[in-house]
């Protein structure tokens, strides 16, 4: 079996100096909200379920700005704790954008090709095996396409992640025709784990040429390293493009790097079970903790909401830090 990481990024949202440098750079009108960096409190239960229900993990990159928890043990001989500035080219610095920080996570040193991606809101919540993550040496993925994806727009949020899909979608079509991809591999795109809805969205496009839209999972993201050094080898503009300070609406995100994964059939192909996703109202807080105290699911995702207000938010943090303490008591080797 293949050494496979983990990969997941933090910041310190209250932490003075990032704060700082955060009003010098912000423009009259960022894009950014404060749900994209309020802090829950509950980071270091992430490293105990790593430690609980992964154990078979190689190395754990924790990615910051150069500011990590106070709780961490940086003698863990498996964490690997990463600046931005040691692996983000200058130019792109300081940066308050996670599709930068995200974009450019092939070039951390020591890396292992194989790895996963997380947000520091996708806690593993049962144990799970290798293979979840990766089997034949590829990464596990859904490749569930839609000819019918709606964008949103809300004000609070702008329009979330569709634009950025979209252009990743237009940048794979650059670079990629469908019918070319299939028939290299059909049962990659027309195979058991498609039965139903996604199967029949498939037989529609069959004489495509283009890529439409893939169904998003915001969980963690199994990835090889070798396509996002590809991908900026045959995307460099685009890619440069979206390396900004701030949020930029047309811009590719890190989904792109997925997106290529499947251009390339470097994916094996699994239907996606297991996963849980809350974005917070106070009205689904009781559900997350029911579903988080047990092992129901395997990965869950709890979502900020920039519509909650800061009460509810401090509520809703409250109860979810009361829940891990009681599921995971114990510090894991990941902190002091």
Not at 70 to 84: A, F, G, M, T, Y
Not at 140 to 166: A, I, K, T
Not at 191 to 217: D, I, N
């Amino acid at each position: 079996m293949e050494r496979i990481d983990f990969v997941v990024l933090w910041v310190d949202s209250n932490d003075p100096e990032w704060i700082a440098s955060y009003n010098t750079y912000r423009p009259e009108k960022p894009l950014q909200d404060n749900a994209r960096f309020r802090n829950w409190g509950i980071f270091q239960y992430w490293f105990r379920a790593v430690e609980r229900y992964a154990p078979w993990v190689n190395k754990v990159y924790l990615v910051t700005n150069g500011k990590f928890p106070d709780w961490i043990n940086p003698d863990c001989e498996k964490l690997v704790l990463v600046r931005h500035d040691e692996y983000i080219p200058q130019k792109y610095l300081p940066t308050f954008n996670s599709k930068t920080i995200e974009l450019n996570l092939g070039r951390i040193k020591g890396l292992s090709e194989h790895f996963v991606y997380f947000n520091d809101d996708m806690f593993i919540n049962a144990p799970i095996k290798p293979e979840y993550y990766f089997r034949d040496g590829l990464p596990c993925d859904y490749n569930f396409e839609s000819l019918y994806h709606s964008p949103c727009y809300s004000r609070e949020n702008m329009f979330g992640e569709d634009v950025s899909l979209f252009c990743n979608v237009a940048a794979i079509n650059k670079h990629f025709n469908r019918r070319q991809v299939v028939r290299q591999d059909w049962k990659r795109w027309y195979g058991r784990h498609l039965w139903g809805k996604p199967l029949f969205m498939s037989l529609l496009m069959l004489r495509r040429t283009a890529f439409e839209h893939f169904v998003l999972y915001h969980h963690e993201q199994p990835m090889l390293k070798s396509v996002f050094n590809e991908a900026w080898e045959k995307e460099e503009f685009l890619l440069d493009y979206s390396c900004t300070r701030f949020r930029i609406e047309t811009c590719l995100n890190q989904y792109f790097m997925r997106y290529w994964q499947f251009a390339t059939n470097r994916f094996y192909p699994v239907k996606k079970r297991g996963l849980a996703y809350f974005t917070y109202n106070k009205e689904i807080v009781a559900d997350l903790i029911k579903n988080l105290l047990n092992e129901g699911f395997e990965s869950i995702c709890i979502n900020d909401n920039p519509r909650v207000s800061d009460d509810e938010f401090e509520y809703a943090a409250t109860m979810i830090r009361e829940a891990f303490e009681k599921k995971f008591p114990n510090k894991s080797v990941f902190e002091r």
